[in-house]
């Protein structure tokens, strides 16, 4: 099996005030110590900038939460790819379920947006994951596999490095319903494989991970040490640097 990194990356949502984001970023950083473990943190859009200074110097990564798939024009309100590189971001998330159930966004929409991102140079964490009514009639596989294929169509197998899978069933989101250890691992194994079908079996070994949903520092140990699970895309928990440390702890 690949020696894969652990990745633990913070979604802050739209929470955090201009202050809160910079002290959380930098309570993040100086706590972090030697720890080996990828590190990232996805706070507002309007806060990037700010946060990017404070980490600048730092292991810790920088995540937008959202993107725009064109690289400027008539879009009120959206950012570019190339408008988050600017402002120091690695990263942007694609996918989110809020995004995708909130505000519509289809796989063939984030599909765009992936192409986008990675044409631009950012890394992306695409998030997948199922409704609590299509886990309950045993859907989550076929919901998985779909948009897998619909949110990465044309992604080439080079551009896969660039790629972190997030899954998170959407029941377990901001619920504290967390998914069990063993339910985390049987998802993460079917998207493995999924990749590897789409993709050959080097791709699947290399490509990280995360599970999201109602990780907290109690229950991180379990879910992070599932042989398939490697990191978490966390939301309450990373909002206390306390806690969201101790995540990163538990996944070392
Ligand atoms: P919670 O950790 O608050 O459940 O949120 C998970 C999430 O949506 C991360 O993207």
Redesign the pocket.
């Known amino acids: 099996m690949a020696l894969r990194p652990k990745f633990v990356a913070g979604?802050w949502?739209m929470y955090t005030t201009l202050g809160g984001a910079k002290e959380l970023a930098a309570a993040i950083a100086s706590g972090l110590g030697d720890s080996r473990t990828m590190v990232a943190v996805c706070p507002p859009t309007l806060w990037l900038s700010a946060v990017a200074d404070v980490l600048k110097g730092t292991s810790v990564l920088l995540g937008a939460q959202n993107c725009h798939f064109e690289k400027e024009g008539a879009y009120t309100g959206e950012s570019s790819p190339q408008m988050l590189l600017e402002v120091g971001c690695q990263y942007t998330?694609v996918g989110?379920?809020?995004r995708r159930h909130g505000f519509g966004e289809t796989d063939a929409f984030l599909n765009k947006k992936a192409h986008a991102a990675l044409s631009a140079g950012l890394k992306i964490i695409f998030?997948i994951g199922e409704l609590l009514s299509e886990r309950e009639t045993a859907q989550t596989e076929s919901v998985l596999n779909t948009q897998l294929i619909g949110g990465l169509a044309g992604i080439t197998a080079e551009q896969m490095k660039h790629v972190v899978i997030?899954y998170?069933p959407v029941w377990?989101?901001?619920?504290?319903k967390v998914a069990t250890p063993q339910q985390a691992q049987d998802a993460h194994a079917y998207v493995r494989r999924t990749i590897a079908g789409m993709y050959g079996e080097n791709v699947a070994a290399a490509l990280l991970i995360q599970y999201?949903?109602?990780?907290?520092p109690d229950n991180a140990a379990t879910l992070l040490h599932q042989p398939d699970v490697d990191g978490a895309?966390?939301?309450?928990?990373?909002l206390k640097a306390d806690s969201f440390l101790a995540i990163v702890r538990a996944a070392g």
């Open positions: 979604n949502k998330i989110h379920s809020e998030c997030a998170e377990a989101i901001g619920t504290g999201g949903g109602s990780v907290k895309l966390v939301g309450g928990a990373s």
